[in-house]
């Protein structure tokens, strides 16, 4: 080749490169004019022009600032909130037309991370809820949302995700998410603050998720008369949740819990702290779900429950060296609720039960649990109760029991994607 035809074939490529849509080249865009040590040549006002710009795989640093926007990541990378001089917060809140519902989904979410083909990483950043202006009642409104998609949730503060419409609560808030039901979503959940939310803090579904869930606080709303989780998980989710602290969701109706898990196996619920909730930590199932099956219990503090420290609607799950503490009812319920689910075949052993009606009830329609002769229990009035409720209790449990207990099954048909 002669180099007159070379140098051609080379202007002839450059030409045609330069016809392609382009993208930021650089592997790092900044949002906002803040000065930072890390070097972001590309400067965007918005987060989503920013994101809109990246190449698969860039770092995305947002500087400190109120952004009033809806974030949607569709291709892998990292979102981060970065501190500038003695500025260390980047919030995101609604935008102030109000949160739509993107393309992909039914909900409202916030920053909304959907079927992409690689990790996405969302950290460093406050998303707050208010004024997000979700028109109705029918579907969730979400802080940070995972559908389809893996990667990491890591030192967010979400908070104040609820909806009231008219003045009434809609109890549809959540704070973080993970939803595999249309696709992959292997996420990791780790040193976030959930706070002020209406429905769940953090909430992970369907079988296709696989979260862990870790060194989190989650604090609820208190006694707001709506039914509220601090940890969701539900449908055959694979879940380890361990290290956490979560605390206040008694709703009035006891119908509340620190961690829900409904319809899910092999579940593993260790060394976190749930205080002041209806329930702790609470195993059940619905109408048509898998049951909450071998699971592991282990090594909880749990304290101030108005229901019972752990009540267990599963069966072959192990309950063992957690320590509870001033609970209303028991300190381990081996339940039915009502046939809601079975439990049978539990290992209940090496707790330490410290002021409960009972210290540990079985229903006396189970069969095949064990009970071990090394829990410890003080300040019971009663160590272990055959029957359905505690007998200081009694009036209290039946009226209980003849309603749902957890959020009623009409709310169950919000939880799809």
């Not at 104040?160 to 973080?176: D, E, M, P, R």
């Not at 039914?227 to 290290?243: H, K, P, W």
């Amino acid at each position: 080749m002669t180099e007159t035809r070379m140098t051609l074939m080379m202007i002839t490529i450059v030409v045609l490169a330069s016809l392609q849509p382009q993208h930021a080249m650089a592997s790092t865009l900044k949002v906002g004019t803040c000065v930072i040590n890390q070097d972001a040549p590309a400067h965007f006002a918005t987060i989503q022009a920013a994101v809109n710009a990246a190449s698969p795989g860039s770092t995305v640093l947002v500087c400190p600032g109120t952004y009033a926007e809806q974030v949607v990541i569709t291709q892998p990378l990292t979102l981060r909130g970065v501190q500038s001089k003695n500025m260390g917060a980047a919030i995101i809140v609604p935008p102030t037309t109000g949160l739509i519902v993107p393309a992909g989904t039914s909900t409202y979410p916030q920053v909304f991370v959907y079927n992409t083909a690689g990790p996405v990483t969302v950290s460093n950043l406050t998303v707050d809820g208010r004024h997000n202006q979700v028109p109705n009642c029918d579907n969730f409104m979400d802080g940070v949302y995972f559908l389809a998609a893996s990667g990491t949730m890591e030192n967010i503060v979400a908070r104040n995700q609820k909806v009231s419409v008219a003045g009434n609560a809609c109890g549809t808030g959540i704070g973080l998410r993970v939803t595999g039901d249309v696709g992959n979503a292997d996420v990791l959940i780790q040193n976030n603050t959930v706070s002020a939310y209406d429905f769940g803090g953090i909430f992970a579904s369907y079988p296709q998720a696989t979260v862990n869930i870790q060194k989190n606080s989650v604090v609820g709303p208190g006694a707001n008369g709506v039914s509220t989780g601090g940890i969701i998980l539900f449908d055959d989710v694979v879940a380890t949740v361990s290290e956490n602290s979560v605390v206040d969701n008694p709703s009035a109706a006891l119908s509340s819990a620190g961690i829900d898990v409904v319809g899910v196996e092999n579940v593993v619920v260790s060394r976190n702290t749930f205080g002041n909730n209806a329930y702790g930590i609470a195993f059940y199932t619905f109408a048509g779900d898998p049951n909450s099956d071998n699971g592991t219990v282990s090594n909880n503090n749990v304290y101030g429950s108005s229901a019972d420290a752990i009540a267990i609607c599963g069966d072959n799950n192990s309950v063992t060296g957690n320590t509870l503490s001033d609970s209303r009812e028991s300190g381990v319920n081996l339940t039915t609720f009502a046939a809601m689910c079975t439990a049978n075949n539990n290992t209940v052993s090496g707790n330490t039960i410290n002021g409960a009606c009972a210290g540990i009830l079985v229903d006396p329609s189970t069969t095949g649990n064990v009970i071990g002769g090394a829990n410890r229990m003080f300040n019971a009035n009663s160590l272990q109760v055959t029957g359905t409720s505690c007998p200081v209790t009694a009036a209290a449990n039946v009226a209980k029991s003849a309603q749902s207990v957890y959020p009623p099954s009409s709310r169950m048909l919000r939880w799809a994607n």
